[in-house]
């Protein structure tokens, strides 16, 4: 137990006033259980009570998913690195970004052994991506910041993924995907190895272009439903659509959901990576009615 009623209510007290400040500070200090520390986050994050039995709603079956559903098997999928192997057998080594090192700690990347542009990511976390766009002007002093806080950080500590638990902290440099070539990254959400959504991400690479948070179906009709801001132009339909669907559904066979992004390039298709608990299960549905109807279309293993 967190210690009580009277620390329930202090927590719940500070929540409404904002995980910030000294009490960001406090919580993050609480010997709390990964139980305990996503309820409470899950409270501020979407401003409602999580429900695990039964769980409902699609935030509610990925956290259940992330509790109870033996998460840690699909690790190596989730890892960067150790996914190209899965990949290659699964549908082909053709999909997969060039890769242009591994290292282990920072003072291994060396610039002068890679391309005047390149990608670093962390093979153990998310949202752990530095794009290099001209080795020339590039903050030598940034990208070894940067990689010494990866290695350093566990991510499975930030939200209680546990599926980042045991990942080995590796930095992978892949090679950099020019937007002219790449103008869309497509994220096919998979419910029980079906791909049933697909959202969509315009401008690969470019940070100054709003998340989308579109979502379209295999038909490629637009849905009621988004996640972020909603891009006001729909995304064209891709030519090559059904194979990318292909392409997930073998990946995503077996596994009760995960997200598969691909990328379209001027060479074919890019796999990017496998995402098991998506916002780490905190997706702020619109309208919010959609949070249990997607979940209704999810099936755990003891349910």
């Known amino acids: 137990m967190l210690g009580g009623r009277s620390k329930n209510k202090k927590i719940m007290t500070g929540l409404k006033l904002g995980m910030t400040g000294a009490f960001k500070q406090v919580f993050d200090r609480l010997p709390l259980t990964d139980f305990q ?37 699909y690790s190596n999928l989730a890892d960067k690195l150790a996914v190209r192997e899965y990949v290659k057998e699964k549908v082909g080594e053709e999909h997969l970004n060039e890769l242009l090192g591994v290292f282990q700690t920072a003072d291994e990347i ?6 005047d542009c390149f990608v670093l990511k962390a093979t153990h976390g998310c949202g752990c991506t530095y794009l290099c766009k001209d080795k020339a002007s590039a903050d030598t002093e940034k990208i070894n910041r ?19 638990k045991n990942i080995p902290p590796q930095i992978v440099a892949e090679q950099y995907i020019n ?24 401008g690969y690479g470019e940070m100054d272009h709003p998340y989308s948070g579109d979502y379209y179906n295999m038909d490629w009709d637009r849905m009621p439903f988004s996640d972020g801001p909603r891009d006001p132009n729909p995304a064209p339909k891709p030519e090559n659509l059904q194979e990318m669907i292909d392409i997930s559904e073998s990946l995503a066979e077996g596994i ?7 990328m379209c390039e001027n060479e074919g298709i890019l796999f990017g990576e496998m995402t098991f608990t998506p916002q780490a299960g905190y997706l702020p549905f619109q309208p919010a009615e959609y949070d249990e109807k997607l979940g209704s279309l999810l099936k755990l293993p003891d349910y």
């Open 37 to 73: 520390h996503t309820q409470v986050s899950y409270f501020y994050k979407l401003k409602k009570v999580r429900k695990l039995d039964p769980p409902r709603t699609f935030n509610d079956k990925i956290h259940w998913l992330n509790l109870y559903g033996n998460i840690e098997q």
């Open 110 to 115: 060396d610039l002068a052994k890679l391309p």
């Open 179 to 202: 937007p002219s070539m790449c103008q869309m990254e497509y994220k096919f959400m998979c419910f029980n190895g079906k791909a049933l959504f697909v959202n969509t991400l315009i």
């Open 256 to 262: 009760p959901f995960v997200r598969v992004d691909l």
């Open 146 to 164: 940067l990689a010494r806080t990866w290695l350093s950080t566990n991510y499975y500590k930030k939200y209680r993924e546990r599926i980042y």
